[in-house]
């Protein structure tokens, strides 16, 4: 039987990852290689039954495009970032009127907030022009492309918005976030209920700065990462435990634990 393009791709990066002398460090860049393409397996079984996010606060949301970064399949399942299913139910209860996503990728908290909270404006910010294809695309798909305003680069003098609306910002940019969210530069910081996604492997000492810059107009709270197997489809116990764990896995690289942190 002929191979997958994706296969035959996955093959051509190990071969050239493995040249070389053996090493530790070139093991594990091509463990992280095919762990990959056994989750993009696993995606595309798992889509080849349905694009519909199949439970978490998203539930019932259509996922028909790729993910921008990270892993496709926990966002199907709904087991994607589980540790925020809390504060994600509290964002999406509150009469916020402006929700802003800076980093918002192909749009998974943009357009499944803008499907919970039909009274806000959704305005969903990336810097990268195919993210904000896809997050168009899937906010089309799910009926909301009149209320989630995607757009490119989010300056300070953009939170002045948080002044006149009540907003919540949730934030992912991959350690930009330390230049960025600076209530010196940005009062209206002050007055927003905020999720960042602290970059500590990237910066260390990000977490604690952060944490150290709002705790005087908020009330701050880290949230580090869980697992959902219970999220697993029924027909997963067929699969070895590697593939059980591959559905899970967010393809991270390194810790990345939020800080949710609400305006006093």
């Keep these: 039987m002929a191979s ?23 093991l594990n860049r091509a463990l992280r290689h095919l762990a990959k ?12 039954q349905g694009n519909t996010v199949l439970a978490g606060p998203f539930a019932g949301m259509d996922y028909s495009v790729r993910a921008a970064e990270g892993a496709r399949v926990p966002r199907l399942l709904g087991s994607y970032e589980a540790s925020l299913e809390p504060v994600i139910e509290t964002i999406a209860a509150r009469p916020y009127e402006a929700v802003i996503d ?39 798909a799910n009926g909301v492309s009149g209320r989630v305003e995607v757009g490119g680069l989010w300056t300070h003098t953009d939170f002045a918005l948080c002044d006149t609306a009540r907003s919540v910002i949730l934030c992912d940019i991959e350690g930009a976030e330390d230049e960025l ?56 116990e067929r699969l070895s435990d590697l593939d059980r764990l591959l559905f899970l896995w967010e393809w991270r690289a390194s810790p990345t634990p939020w800080l949710w942190m609400e305006a006093r």
Excluded at 11 to 20: A, N
Excluded at 37 to 48: D, I
């Design 4 to 26: 997958s393009p994706l296969t035959e791709a996955a093959t051509k990066g190990l071969r050239r990852l493995m040249e070389g002398e053996p090493s530790a460090a070139r």
């Design 37 to 48: 393409w056994r989750s993009a397996v696993l995606a595309n079984t798992l889509a080849g």
């Design 102 to 140: 800076i980093g918002c990728a192909e749009g998974y908290y943009a357009v499944g907030l803008a499907r919970r909270m039909p009274q806000a404006r959704v305005l969903a910010r990336d810097i990268s022009d195919q993210a904000q294809r896809l997050c168009r695309k899937l906010a089309e």
């Design 181 to 236: 969210l600076d209530p010196v530069a940005a009062p209206g910081l002050t007055r927003a209920d905020i999720l960042v996604e602290v970059h500590e492997g990237m910066q260390p000492g990000l977490l604690a700065r952060l944490t150290d810059r709002f705790a005087p107009t908020h009330v701050v709270t880290r949230i580090d990462r869980s697992l959902r197997p219970d999220r697993l489809p029924a027909w997963a």
